[in-house]
């Protein structure tokens, strides 16, 4: 779809803004509105055209959350973290996830903050992750802890860093299934966000997952973050660099 045609306008007003007055009292995540827009192929939205989505780029996004933010923050905020990971997913030439968020059934999460690991503030996550992978043939065990995790235990698979399995410097990602086990949400959830965005703590206590959901190569994460994620994230630095993944810039493995 266009992100300037009708539908976009048609989505906000008869879903995610009736919606939006009970999200916010409520604390009540956006799932009509997040489904919605898949839908109308906003998910999408920023996977290649030539994988059957959208084909736009960070300006265009902006402008789409934008027009959201305007109506319902919390789906807004929703839908910026996901612009993010798909960032992450199409700088490396795709995973597992993208024909499912191509047909707009897929959020993805970023589960990449944490606290006391890297360096302060968002910042820390480009530098290092307290999270371990541990490899037993093709599963990896992750364990670790995530902080100001968006759409926590609504989204459909998360963005997780981790320490490489191999080495002790570098960062490893992760496109972790939702559905695995001991993969939680504490009953007393932490703050953050807008209300209603499901902001929480995301625990892996530990989860297993096939080793072939890394997404790129062991220990290159951090390359992965700085040229597709941090630009879609608001904040200082990615304001001053203003600066999109580079055409080509694919994943190594």
């Known amino acids: 779809m266009s992100y300037r045609t009708t539908t976009l306008s048609t989505v906000l007003a008869e879903v995610v803004a009736p919606a939006a007055e009970r999200t916010a009292r409520e604390d009540r995540f956006p799932r009509e509105a997040v489904a919605a827009l898949g839908r109308a192929g906003v998910l999408g939205l920023t996977v290649a055209r030539e994988s059957g989505g959208g084909g736009l780029g960070?300006?265009?996004?902006?402008?789409?959350?934008?027009?959201?933010?305007?109506?319902?923050?919390?789906?807004?905020?929703?839908?910026?973290?996901?612009?993010?990971?798909?960032?992450?997913?199409?700088?490396c030439g795709g995973s597992w996830v993208r024909e499912e968020i191509v047909a707009g059934r897929h959020l993805v999460g970023l589960a990449l903050f944490e606290d006391g690991c890297g360096g302060r503030g968002e910042e820390g996550a480009y530098e290092g992750s307290c999270s371990v992978a541990t490899r037993f043939a093709d599963v990896v065990a992750l364990r670790g802890r995530k902080r100001q995790v968006v759409a926590a235990g609504e989204a459909d698979s998360y963005l997780w860093s981790s320490r490489p399995l191999a080495g002790p410097d570098g960062l490893t990602l992760w496109v972790v299934p939702a559905q695995v086990s001991d993969l939680f949400v504490p009953a007393r959830p932490g703050g953050g966000g807008p209300r209603g965005s499901g902001t929480s703590t995301l625990y892996a206590d530990p989860v297993l997952v096939p080793a072939d959901v890394m997404l790129g190569r062991d220990g290159g994460g951090r390359d992965i973050l700085l040229r597709g994620v941090r630009p879609w994230l608001p904040g200082p630095r990615a304001a001053a660099d203003g600066a999109l993944p580079g055409p080509g810039g694919r994943c190594a493995r």
């Open 58 to 91: 960070l300006p265009e996004a902006v402008d789409v959350v934008a027009r959201i933010a305007r109506v319902c923050p919390a789906t807004a905020a929703v839908l910026t973290s996901h612009f993010a990971a798909v960032a992450a997913v199409e700088l």
